[in-house]
């Protein structure tokens, strides 16, 4: 097969995946702080957190159609692309994918009732409920999406007969060994993103406008939300680092530069290869890579060494894996140093120096996520389907996949441009103070017509 | 006890069936926009478009990529024919879903007035389901070589076949006359007379392109694929209910007073004779390469699907008819009041 075309299906499969991560990301995470600000606000009686729910929808709306299309997009490439692997695959993986668009359909109904319901309701907690077939829904659908990638890495639930797949068990194949791991992480992840990106934006608009209660209210609860789920989303990795050393031993060991089986293995942060592929100028940390595998300082760590060398994966999945999980410490610490500020200074002053910082954290949460899920890919190479169907098996055998890439790309940076350039004029003759008194406003008068009966 | 690929395929072909009449409101909505706008009548019937298609937009298109997921799951094989021949019309398809969805986003909560958008939004419901057709004049046979690995679309066979250019044109004037019958339904719950007299003309005349597409597809069918043509003949009365239909359809249009009967026996036309066609072209799914029988997935993971079949729709069936209850039948909602 045409090696070329392989390579251009890789790229417009990545590139469209890499565009649709940023908002998927969005629609997992925001949803559920949508739901917290609107549970506040009924809570606490404080219509700053009414308004933040409103405003945070509208303008998850418009990410929403962008991880719709992307979505559709993504759906139909799978076997546009690569239809080998959906002839063969799509026996043990039908399931998940058809739930996945099950999960997705309950969340479309209920955030179109969601959106246009505000004030149709007399008890302010029905309407609050609509969100949760909406966090729920999206939830489940990273949950469906994700085992079929965990099926890929991990493949189960089958039996190989003469290059068919055969005594099919879906529910064994959905349930594989890397779906705990995978689901933790991507939900945590995605949670502390989203938080993380609302945060930024408070944070942002708090150093461009100065002080005002709206904002410093969305800044505090974000933050809280960054804190917990950036403690969670370190446990998860945690908890995906032990499951490679067992079960994909040479993916960890691409990341750490490990290429003899050792116990008591270092672990390595940053650094190069020279030629004879030693590595150069990074830090080690004595034992810690045994330990981060296998929970023991002197386990025994498989090296790259013991898998043939087309079946190793590409060498530099070490930077990926050292940045995404750079940011993630750095995102914690600054949600730490955040919380300490807010409690020393009983919530008044925030430094500059600090809020900037917040604002940096919401880029490098989304790219942590595209480099997390680059090093998950890039490091179950050369296989579609580990041990069983190697990519340039199951790419498209038609040469147009190299024009359709330049479309692709055209399309998104169009998407992206427009999403960006309506957010923008959304929210920027729009403030949330102005909102507040219209707001406000409204609801004296419905009290005023209440009142006199 | 029926086999768990007919039971497969029929879900899915109805689920099909759901898409054509959801997506047919929405493609006509967005020609219909645009065309009001050019002859300045859009403040007519803008406000009943935006009203409708607002909360639903997203279901619409869940319908199409749960068909197209679920048909891949039930018949691998699909995806490897289809996805091989179809890469180009795919694509093309997924382009223009594309500018049409994040069309409602942006227009609605961005540039209202932008003429551009406005002919996008237009175009795209014309061009979506000609696209689409591609794939079920494909299902014919014909068009599609095997050289070895390689599966290849027949362009040249495909763009000089009358029997293409007659579904691709029956699918647009469908388009136009079950959205616009659908509006005039809408616009008579708003008790808005002025978009209700103007969606009535548009349906009237939309019928008889309508009807008369039908037929020629059917002429074409018949000397394109003998064997599809002689089983919808078999389902003469199928056909006969739906002629029978769109007469009762257009008869309450005219008629004037009747508005959601008008829509059901119009939907009804379609059901009857897109089931016939679907029942004729039994038992394949692409002539001559996939049937269904050779084509399913495995047992289990047929029996799985069918599972996850009726569960989904145990949860997805009162939430379609609590967005209807609010969205479609709330008078007060309809009118604008909400």
Known sequence: MDTDTVLWSRLLTGLTLTFHVIFATVGVGVPMMIAIAEFAGIRKKDPHYILMAKRWTRGFVISVAVGVVTGTAIALQLALVWPNFMQLAGNVIALPLFMEVFAFFFEAIFLGIYLYTWERFRNPYTHWVLTFPVVIGAGMSAFFITTVNGFMNQPGGFVMENGQFAAVNPVEAMLNTATPSKVLHVLSSAYLTGAALLAGIAAYT????????????????????????GVFSALAGDVSAKFL????????????????????????????????????????????????????????????????????????????????????????????????????????????????????????????????????????????????????????????????????????????????????????????????????????????????? | MISYELLGIAVLWLFLYGYLIVASVDFGAGFFAYYARLTKRDHMINRLISRYLSPVWEITNVFFVFFFVGIVGFFPKTAYYYGSALLIPGSIAVILLAIRGSFYAFENYGSKENIVYLFLYGATGLLIPASLSVALTLSEGGFIAEFGTLVRLQYMTLFTSPLSWSIVALAIVSVLFISSAFLCFYASRADDQPALNLMRTYALFWSTPTIIAAFTAFIYLSQHNERHFQNMMGLWWLLALSVGFFMLGIWLLYDGRRYGLAFISIMLQFFCAFFAYGIGHYPYILDPYITIQEGATHESMGFALVIAFIGGLCLLVPSLILVFKLFLFDADYVKGKK
């Open chain 1, 206 to 229: 708090i150093l461009k406008n100065g002080e005002s209660p709206y904002y410093k209210k969305a800044l505090n609860l974000m933050m809280s939300v960054v804190l917990v789920f």
């Open chain 1, 245 to 453: 050393a067992k079960h994909q031993p040479e993916k960890l060991a691409a990341a750490e530069w490990h290429f003899e089986t050792e116990s008591g293995a270092d672990l390595l942060l940053l650094g190069w290869l020279n030629a004879e592929r030693k590595v150069v100028g990074a830090i080690r940390i004595p034992k810690a890579l045994s330990f981060l595998g296998f929970g023991d300082w002197n386990a025994e760590v498989k090296g790259l060494e013991e898998f043939p060398m087309d079946e190793r994966p590409p060498l530099a999945v070490h930077y990926l894996f050292d940045l995404m999980v750079g940011i993630g410490f750095f995102v914690i610490a600054v949600a730490l140093l955040y919380a300490l500020s807010v409690w020393r200074s009983k919530g008044n002053a925030h430094s500059k120096r600090l809020l900037w910082l917040i604002v940096f954290c919401t880029p490098l949460s989304f790219l942590a996520i595209e480099l997390g899920w680059f090093y998950a890919e890039i490091g179950r190479q050369p296989w579609m389907i580990r041990g069983y169907l190697r990519v340039e098996e199951a790419a498209t055998a038609s040469p147009n996949v190299r024009p359709l890439f330049f479309v692709f790309l055209l399309l998104y940076i169009v998407l992206g441009t427009l999403c960006a350039i309506v957010l923008r004029r959304l929210f920027r003759h729009n403030p949330a103070e102005a909102e507040l008194e219209r707001h406000l406003g409204k609801l004296s008068d419905q009290a005023g017509k209440v009142e006199p009966t």
